[in-house]
């Protein structure tokens, strides 16, 4: 199984400031043939299910903020949250779906300084 | 929009069986397949395995094979996952997701309690 490493475990950020978490895979997620890294970011607010922000590495999903944008390729990914907003605290993951079985990083909560 | 909606909390004995429903509403069925995601309390997430509502398809994580079994009525439009010989590192809220790249709509989440 590709493992998704994520770092730091936890950051506190002032509003309005950046906010930058970042995902590691044991392996390259990236499909020569899409031409596209198989990296996905969800938000997790406390009590609620995950909600899918970005997929292939940098394309936001449906009604996502444009505050929230992904980069990276290979196997060293980037979620930025600019200008954090107080309804963005919560827990981030990355997602590698190169391979099955999807597997996850360990999140990276974030709250407010 | 596009809906999952699970069935309630439960609370199972070691050794017991469990069977989560989810039911889809909002879109096409068999354009997407259905994944089960669990998380233990303060945890990460775990893939299971997914299933192709229309064919019945199933893949399971080497983790689960033997203990899951995921089913689907598609005249309902709703999976089931069952988890048998529960134990109590089993204690965690399952969800179904849309999906088995990644999950773009999530149900609400069952609680399931092994004690």
């Known amino acids: 199984d590709i493992m998704m490493t994520q770092s730091p475990d936890s950051l506190a950020v002032s509003l309005g400031e950046r906010a930058t978490i970042n995902c590691r895979s044991s392996?390259?997620?990236?499909?020569?043939?899409?031409?596209?890294?198989?990296l996905t970011w969800y938000q997790q607010k406390a009590g609620h299910p995950p909600r899918l922000l970005i997929y292939?590495?940098?394309t936001r999903g449906s009604g996502v903020p444009d505050r929230f944008s992904g980069s990276g390729s290979g196997t060293d990914f980037t979620l930025t949250i600019t200008s954090l907003q107080a309804e963005d605290v919560a827990v981030y993951y990355c997602?590698?779906?190169?391979?099955?079985?999807?597997?996850f990083g360990g999140g990276t909560k974030v709250e407010i300084k | 929009q596009v809906q999952l909606v699970q069935s309630g909390a439960e609370v199972r004995k070691p050794g017991a069986s469990v069977r989560v429903s989810c039911k889809a509403s909002?879109?096409?069925?068999?354009?997407?397949?259905i994944s089960w995601i669990r998380q233990a309390t303060g945890q990460g997430l775990e893939w299971m395995g997914w299933?192709?509502?229309?064919?019945?398809?199933?893949d399971y994580a080497l983790k689960f094979q033997g203990r899951v079994t995921m089913t689907r009525d598609p005249s309902i439009r709703t999976a089931y996952m069952e988890l048998s010989s529960l134990g109590s590192e089993d204690t965690a809220v399952y969800f179904c997701?849309?999906?088995?790249?990644?999950?773009?709509?999530w149900g609400q989440g069952t609680l399931v309690t092994v004690s």
């Open positions: 997701a849309r999906g088995f790249g990644w999950f773009d709509s």
């Open positions: 909002g879109y096409t069925l068999n354009t997407y397949d």
């Open positions: 299933m192709n509502l229309i064919s019945g398809d199933t």
């Open positions: 392996l390259a997620v990236f499909h020569t043939s899409s031409s596209r890294d198989y």
């Open positions: 292939w590495a940098s």
């Open positions: 997602q590698q779906n190169f391979t099955a079985p999807p597997t």
